[in-house]
């Protein structure tokens, strides 16, 4: 991140770079129905990865 100046003397910034530290696999979402998300299955998914991520 470089931190840049212009004619109002607002600090911007500006991302200069970026690491990817952690990418996990792609998953489908996990539905009960044609219109309804299965939110505990999902939950588990994004645990599961957070703790795999830290």
Known sequence: ?????EASMLP????????VLYESPMYSTPLLSDREI????LH???????ERAV
């Open 12 to 19: 911007r910034f500006k991302i200069t770079g970026r690491k």
């Open 1 to 5: 991140m470089e931190r840049c100046y």
């Open 44 to 50: 588990a998914i994004l645990a599961g990865e957070y």
């Open 38 to 41: 299965d939110h505990p299955a």
